[in-house]
């Protein structure tokens, strides 16, 4: 049984001690180090940050709902490319000489120079994916991630001295419902966005999906891939458009209508002083800031990222509408149509369909008059995601905030990315970190890959101390 489990579980516990053989003896407790909530990318860049520090031991765990490893399983559509440079992979922009580079990667996988020839930075999302399952996999390989478990509460535990030492952190295995409490003096939660569906758009709807699911749910929904469906696509980010791109493929007799709140598509900003703004050194004056400026500055930059559609796929999907026009001036015979301003306020069943019911929107805002309706066999809403999922985690921890910050739902951190807990409540070293939740103290990179590799870093520098942290690279480095 690996140190700090208060249940059994037998398949991966011999998986544990067959893998961790290679690890540096650490001292076992009853108590880890550390237990990451969440085995996405931030998680990830943390145990990079940890391994080519030395840090990574039997006494770190990693607890993920999923079976198995995958990352935006739900949009991984034929032909999707990345937004970001290959180079912020997990370790580059922190340690370039990293086991864990993407150059690493491909030269593994025997690909370095195929790559090279490509000339691009920008690779596909699926290749990406690889890369990650790839880091992953030395994870799986020490034994230190157990998947299928969700996490479903932390909570603190006193020492004999009457302040909390350490978290019980207690899971549920998602296929057998066996539930297991880990204890760690560390705990950062790292479980990314969770799907935003509006509130007009009925949850566990069967005609409706959240584009996080659009890949795995578009064929059980629709069938029959040579119908004459009417699908409609919801939001007017790079998701709604990837999706209303990729839908014309898979049912080449459908028709295909697009919903937006603006007037037209936009693209992203990624021009070279803009995209300065995920840089990983922007971080700290950005925590600096006053809170009103910075809510400001990130609005101002909110077209980098959000609502926003890279420019070579909307001159692909305008070629495409002009195509049609060619082909037919009448309108009634397109398949693919964008209505501009309008917002869905309510949905019905009728007759099998699902019949969208819309407003006009200007100024941003839901007006009267011009109402519409529109019906279809299928909607997919890609309305982007929500980042609170950790607030539900920690309700067991609130206890602990200094007394001001106590009602309401929120957590506050430093720029370090720990829980701001009242300190004479807390024992020195033991915490709480948050990650991709912390858009509004530390910016518009926050949910991002961009600068998870540094994050990973800074994160370990918090965690076990600069000192050590450091030594570890400066070791990792002089063996190279
Ligand atoms: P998003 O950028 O947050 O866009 C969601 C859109 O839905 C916004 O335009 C929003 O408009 C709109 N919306 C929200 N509520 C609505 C409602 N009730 N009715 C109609 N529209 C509504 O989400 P996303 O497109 O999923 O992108 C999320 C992140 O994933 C971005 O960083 C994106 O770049 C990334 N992504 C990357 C790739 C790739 O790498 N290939 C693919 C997909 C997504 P308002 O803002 O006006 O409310």
Redesign the pocket.
């Known amino acids: 049984m690996s140190s700090g489990e208060m249940s059994t579980n037998i398949s991966a516990d011999s998986r544990m001690s067959a893998s961790t053989q290679k690890l540096p003896v650490m001292p076992s407790s009853d108590i880890q180090d550390l237990i990451c909530i969440g085995f996405g990318p931030a998680s990830i860049a943390i145990g990079v940050a940890l391994t080519d520090a030395q840090l990574l031991s039997p006494n770190v765990t990693f607890l993920e709902r999923q079976p198995k490893f995958s990352w ?1 399983s739900g ?1 991984q559509l034929p032909g ?4 970001i440079s290959f180079l912020k992979d997990m370790a580059t922009p922190r340690n370039p000489h990293s086991h864990f580079t993407f150059i690493n990667y491909l030269f593994a996988k025997g690909r370095l120079n195929n790559f090279i020839n490509l000339s691009t930075f920008l690779p596909s ?1 699926a290749e990406y994916e690889d890369y990650l399952r790839w880091v992953a996999r030395y994870f799986e390989h020490r034994g230190v991630v157990r998947y299928g478990q969700e996490v479903v509460a932390v909570e603190p535990q006193k020492s004999s001295s009457g302040k909390v030492s350490h978290f019980n952190v207690t899971s549920r295995h998602v296929a057998t419902g066996e539930v297991t409490t880990r204890s760690s003096k560390r705990v950062v939660v790292a479980v990314g966005g969770k799907a ?1 569906l ?1 509130p ?1 758009f009925p949850e566990s709807h069967p005609q409706i999906v959240h ?1 996080s699911q659009y890949s795995s749910r578009v064929h059980r929904t629709l069938p029959d891939s040579q119908r004459p469906y009417h699908i409609a696509v ?9 999706i209303f791109n990729d839908l014309p493929s898979r049912f080449p007799n459908a028709k295909v209508t697009m ?4 007037a037209h598509l936009r693209p ?1 900003d990624d021009s070279p002083f803009v995209n300065e703004v995920f840089d990983p050194d922007r971080v700290d004056g950005t925590f600096a800031q006053d809170p009103e400026v910075r809510a400001q500055a990130i609005t101002l930059d909110k077209a980098t ?4 559609v ?1 420019l070579e796929l909307l001159e692909h999907l305008y070629d495409t509408l002009y195509s049609q026009k060619v082909k037919n001036p009448d309108p009634s015979s397109w398949s693919l149509n964008i209505i501009p301003q309008r ?2 306020v309510s949905t019905a069943n009728v007759d099998g369909k699902l019949l969208l019911k819309m407003k006009k929107v200007e100024g ?1 805002k839901v007006v009267n008059g011009d109402d519409s309706e529109l019906a279809v066999d299928a909607v997919f809403v ?4 929500l980042r609170n999922a950790h607030e539900d985690i920690l309700k067991q921890t609130r206890d602990l905030l200094p007394e001001a910050q106590r009602e309401g739902t929120k957590f506050t951190v430093s720029r370090d990315y720990k829980v701001l807990y009242d300190e004479s409540k807390i024992q020195e070293g033991a915490g709480v970190w948050l990650q991709g939740c912390n858009e509004k103290t530390h910016g518009l990179s926050d ?2 890959l961009s600068i998870l590799a540094v994050r990973g870093g800074e994160l370990v520098e918090s965690m076990f101390g600069k000192e050590l942290a450091s030594t570890g690279v400066e070791r990792v480095r002089a063996m190279i």
């Open positions: 935006h949009m999707a490319k990345m937004q999302r935003r509006p007009q584009s919801v939001g007017n980010g790079q998701s709604g458009a990837e919903i937006i709140k603006g992203s990222n959000y609502g926003v890279r917002q869905v941003g890609a309305t982007g995601y949910s991002l």
